[in-house]
């Protein structure tokens, strides 16, 4: 969100005033603190100055002191003389030069002169002493002496006279009224002070030029020293003061002397000099005592008018860069806009020279102003030569021509079909699309024509093929209603939606287009699938393909009050898929094969009935021929001919006894009587019965440990019996015939092995049908009904085990079935 700009300055504004309050308080923080750190500085400067002038004066006093206390009572020269020199010889020599001692004419009774004794070092700074005489050393009365009366003015206060000169050096002397123990004035005591010691410290204390100030006073607030002296005097004279030393001046004379002759506002602090009553000054000008709180104050000052300055700045700034902003971004805009037309002129003119239709434009006073290629390739003029002629010149379709002449007549963007000509005169038939645009100031109308005779032709060819499907369609209804079987079509949710002729036939009101099977449904009309069993929605031909699987000969059957039997149905169902693969319903076609199934019942209980009645006159048969064989010996021609009919009534009897089991296998009748067995001591008994009879093979069993099985003996020695049989049937020449048998997990395998003349591929699936027979017609054939193997898997089947083949032709072939074990206890049993 963009932040107005009167809120912009608004905000500015007050953080300006923000900003200055507080620079203004943290200026007058900061300025108390450096005026207390200069006026700090200014008395750490007078104590500074105080430290060291501290002995020099102190011990002056002290001297003078102590002096006064030993002489006062002394009245005799020579002890006096011995008193001055004892004491100056012990004062330090670089700071007391000589001390003096002049006494009152009224301290000596009678007549006695009066004492004046001068104590001195022979050179300044040295140890010597020597004393003499004041009244000599010295011009003129003593008691005339200003620094005298002074001295004796000041009731034993210190008295400091004029500096003076001794030997080119400078000397200012401390002075002071002498006193008796009662009190009495009898003169005065003066010490000369090695003035350079202590100006000295001053002068370096002083800065140049006037800024600071440090002088002293003594206890009475007389001057003691001053760093301009010369001008103090002359203005203290210039004032109407008769003074002739500094001594004479008071602390208020230096004060009023710096407030009128020094410019600008002075500071004074004063620091005493121990407990001697002495007092440092230390004036200094404002100015210069101050001036880091000028020069913070002008940083203060420049930093408040940068910061406004760049606060009252931004807002022109920002509006500014605002509008060169602005600006800018018209600018790109219209770049970004031209460029876009550009671009949109390109993609226009790239769109109209790769446009499959042929794109014209039209003005308001019907000439062409635009022609793509597609335009020339469908009306065969070409660009130059179409651009800027009259329209009616070159597309002269009578539609076309009644078009261009009001723009009114097509709406924009409506497709209709016309007529164009071609510029070498053939007619085409386009369709039409047109709008109206604004261009240039004026009305411009865009013709798109797509070129429309292969969509014709192809118009023509789906309406013939439309009528050869409608024929088809027609075809294929009369074909499928007349078709003998049943023909149902259901959609995905199972719902019916076609029925056949035949299919309303065979299933009355279950067959109705529309109707959705359901269980009651089958229930109600006694459907049954397979071996009588009522069926449920799900496992019907039709549900099962609508779930992708495609069934064969499924086996329906129910009764038909019409038709008053039980109807036999064989149903085939597949899914129907569209182009990707998706179920989009079902069909289930059926046959009526209740002939065919009545057909076979009725063959079936032929076969068990000729067995029954076949059976009695063979064994009658069989037991006579045996019978004659066993009475008196016959002649060799009949006993030939009784061999003959006991092989035949034999050959007989085994045909009986197949025919009796595929019967009995067929309608579900066949019985085991199951036992636990060794079931390679079976096969071994087996065939060793078969060796006896087949001289020309080698039969034998792969010996291994006893294998305890549970089945029917009689019935599996059958199919051992009909494996072996077989092997050596289809091995002519002889050869081997092997029995193995394999243990396996829960089962074990028999396999029976010949190296005959083999089975042929496309004859191995069928091998286990009823009456089929592979070598039949061949010159293989041997003979035989071709139920032998059939009856054999279906005993195997019964035992719970199965069967297979492999066979390879001309080298031999491999029965194998398998059957499971016994149970444990029966194994244990049959072995103990």
């Not at 504004?13 to 923000?18: E, F, I, M, N, Y």
């Not at 602005?326 to 790109?332: P, V, Y």
């Not at 001919?641 to 045909?655: P, T």
Request: hydrophobic share 40%.
């Amino acid at each position: 969100m963009k932040l107005p700009f009167k809120s912009l300055v608004s905000i500015l504004l007050l953080l300006g005033v923000v900003f200055t309050g507080g620079l203004v308080a943290f200026y007058s923080m900061t300025r108390q603190r450096l005026e207390a750190e200069a006026l700090l500085r200014q008395m750490l400067r007078a104590k500074e100055v105080a430290y060291l002038l501290k002995p020099g004066i102190v011990y002056t006093g002290h001297v003078a002191e102590s002096t006064a206390a030993v002489v006062a009572p002394v009245r005799d020269s020579a002890e006096l003389e011995r008193f001055l020199q004892a004491l100056l010889s012990s004062a330090p020599s670089e700071a007391i030069h000589g001390l003096g001692v002049w006494f009152e004419p009224s301290a000596f009774p009678g007549e006695r002169p009066a004492l004046a004794l001068y104590a001195q070092r022979v050179e300044p700074g040295q140890a010597s002493v020597v004393v003499t005489d004041a009244r000599e050393s010295q011009p003129g009365e003593i008691r005339e002496q200003r620094w005298y009366q002074q001295a004796m003015e000041g009731q034993g206060a210190p008295v400091f006279p004029e500096p003076h000169h001794v030997r080119d050096s400078i000397y200012r002397v401390h002075v002071r009224a002498l006193r008796e123990a009662s009190g009495t004035l009898v003169g005065v005591i003066a010490v000369d002070i090695f003035i350079p010691e202590l100006h000295g410290i001053l002068q370096q204390a002083n800065a140049p030029g006037g800024e600071e100030l440090l002088y002293v006073t003594t206890p009475r607030g007389r001057i003691f020293a001053y760093p301009g002296k010369v001008p103090l005097l002359e203005w203290a004279r210039s004032q109407g003061l008769t003074v002739a030393s500094l001594g004479e001046l008071t602390l208020g004379d230096a004060l009023q002397y710096e407030a009128r002759q020094m410019p600008g506002p002075r500071r004074t602090t004063k620091v005493e000099v121990g407990e001697s009553g002495w007092t440092v000054h230390v004036s200094s000008a404002e100015s210069s005592l101050f001036s880091s709180i000028r020069r913070f104050r002008l940083a203060i000052l420049l930093l408040g008018v940068a910061v406004w300055t760049v606060l009252l700045a931004v807002p022109f700034l920002v509006h500014r860069t605002l509008r060169v902003r602005q600006l800018s971004f018209a600018l790109e805009e219209r770049r970004r806009l031209h460029g876009v037309l550009e671009r949109s002129e390109r993609r226009l003119r790239e769109v109209l020279e790769t446009s499959l239709d042929a794109v014209v434009a039209v003005d308001c006073y019907q000439r062409i102003t635009e022609w793509n290629v597609q335009a020339e390739r469908l009306l065969g003029w070409t660009k130059e030569e179409a651009v800027g002629r009259p329209a009616f010149e070159v597309l002269l379709g009578p539609e076309l021509q009644q078009l261009l002449a009001r723009w009114e007549v097509v709406a924009p963007r409506q497709r209709s079909c016309a007529t164009v000509q071609r510029r070498d005169g053939e007619l085409l038939p386009v369709e039409l699309s047109t709008t109206i645009v604004q261009s240039g100031g004026m009305l411009v109308r865009y013709l798109f024509l797509a070129d429309i005779t292969e969509r014709q032709r192809s118009e023509e060819e789906r309406t013939r093929l439309l009528s050869q499907l409608q024929q088809r369609s027609a075809e294929l209804q009369a074909t499928i209603d007349n078709m003998v079987d049943s023909v149902v079509v259901s959609d995905t949710s199972g719902r019916i939606t076609f029925v056949n002729k035949a299919g309303r036939q065979f299933f009355g009101e279950v067959g109705s287009a529309g109707l959705q099977l359901s269980n009651s449904y089958l229930e109600l009309f006694g459907v049954r699938l397979g071996a009588d069993r009522v069926p449920r929605v799900e496992e019907m031909p039709l549900q099962r393909a609508l779930r992708g699987n495609v069934v064969v000969d499924a086996d329906l059957s129910f009764p038909s009050p019409e038709r008053r039997r039980t109807l036999h149905l064989r149903a085939n169902a597949a899914p129907i898929r569209d182009e990707h693969g998706r179920i989009t319903g079902a069909v289930s076609v059926a046959r009526d094969v209740t002939d065919m199934i009545e057909l076979d019942h009725l063959k079936d209980e032929f076969v068990r009935v000729a067995a029954h009645e076949l059976k009695t006159p063979v064994a009658i048969m069989n037991s006579y021929a045996q019978l004659a064989l066993k009475s008196e010996p016959k002649p060799t021609t009949y006993r030939k001919m009784l061999d003959a009919i006991n092989r035949g009534a034999d050959r007989i009897d085994r045909i009986v006894r197949e025919l009796l089991d595929v019967s009995q296998l067929h309608l579900g009748r066949l019985e085991l009587t199951e036992e636990p067995l060794d079931l390679r001591e079976l096969a071994e008994e087996t065939v060793a019965n078969m060796a006896a009879q087949s001289t020309q093979h080698h039969l034998w069993v792969k010996p291994g440990e006893p294998i305890i099985i549970r089945g029917d003996r009689t019935r599996l020695r059958q199919v051992l019996v009909v494996l072996l049989d077989n092997a050596v049937r289809y091995s002519p020449s002889g050869g081997r015939v092997e029995v193995r048998l394999e243990r396996h997990a829960h089962e074990v395998e028999v396999g029976v092995s010949d190296e005959g003349i083999g089975i042929p591929v496309e004859r191995q699936a069928r091998l286990f049908e009823r009456f089929y027979r592979a070598h039949s017609g061949t010159s293989h054939d041997r003979g035989g009904m071709g139920v032998g193997l059939y009856i054999s898997r279906e005993i195997i089947f019964h035992h719970g085990g199965s069967m297979r083949v492999s066979s390879e032709e001309g080298k031999g072939s491999t029965f194998c079935f398998s059957v499971p074990y016994a149970p444990q206890r029966e194994r244990e049993d049959l072995h103990s």
